[in-house]
């Protein structure tokens, strides 16, 4: 374990890393408002900064809200006034007691339920996001699919799950697709950079050179839209 330090635009973050048996770099903001991140022993440090660094806006979001927590002030949960992103736009939570129901108006999500508990309404809202999302996502693969076709990919089922640490995985022998909830924050630019990713993986399992040719041939702007998915939007409603 040591400590390391990033400035962003003046602001000096302190992170502790740990060195252990990990396959990604993980980075979390635990509730004492201590950033920690976990990495491989054969991951560079300076690698390892950058990855802070591009985490900046996301951590300085959260200890916010541990402090928030701290003066008693709005909880993080779901509350009247939350911002929430669906594809890639803000809008303000709406919350009101009565017979379930969900709809966007405007620049608002109303969201009506029977029980106002944090977990309820998370729970209320965690379901229709997930029905939208299959919606949205069937969508996306009408018009993604087609350009992987004629290399013979077969066109796979989607899987919604609600993932921590992955944007989206694929399992070639189910022919199956498997796409985080959490997508569903993000611009549809970046939704379909996932999914042709994942579709490349049915010709090549790895990440290898030529896995990347593949993908640059099919979206030469792949990079950018991971890069925008990436520095924009987290896990958790």
Not at 46 to 75: C, D, G
Request: hydrophobic content about 35%; charged content about 25%.
């Amino acid at each position: 374990m040591s400590i390391h330090t990033i400035q962003y635009e003046g602001i000096e973050l302190e992170f502790e890393l740990i060195r252990k048996d990990v396959k990604y770099i993980n980075l979390r903001v635990n509730k004492h408002g201590k950033v920690v991140v976990s990495a491989s022993k054969k991951v560079p440090l300076s690698i390892i900064q950058e990855f802070v660094e591009s985490k900046t806006l996301w951590i300085i979001t959260h200890l916010a809200e541990i402090e928030k927590i701290r003066q008693n002030l709005p909880p993080t949960g779901f509350y009247d006034g939350k911002t929430l992103y669906y594809l890639g736009k803000p809008y303000r939570l709406v919350l009101s007691k009565g017979p379930r129901h969900i709809e966007i108006l405007g620049d608002k999500i109303h969201l009506t339920t029977t029980s106002t508990t944090e977990n309820a309404l998370c729970d209320e809202y965690l379901l229709w996001l997930k029905q939208q999302a299959y919606l949205k996502f069937e969508e996306i693969m009408d018009h993604i699919y087609p350009l992987v076709a004629p290399y013979g990919i077969k066109r796979p089922t989607i899987q919604v799950r609600n993932m921590k640490t992955l944007w989206g995985s694929c399992t070639t022998e189910g022919n199956a697709i498997r796409l985080n909830l959490q997508l569903m924050k993000s611009s549809e630019d970046c939704i379909e950079q996932v999914v042709l990713h994942e579709l490349a993986h049915f010709l090549y399992k790895n990440h290898g050179q030529e896995f990347y040719a593949f993908l640059s041939g099919l979206m030469p702007d792949w990079k950018e839209r991971k890069s925008k998915l990436e520095s924009k939007f987290k896990d958790g409603v």
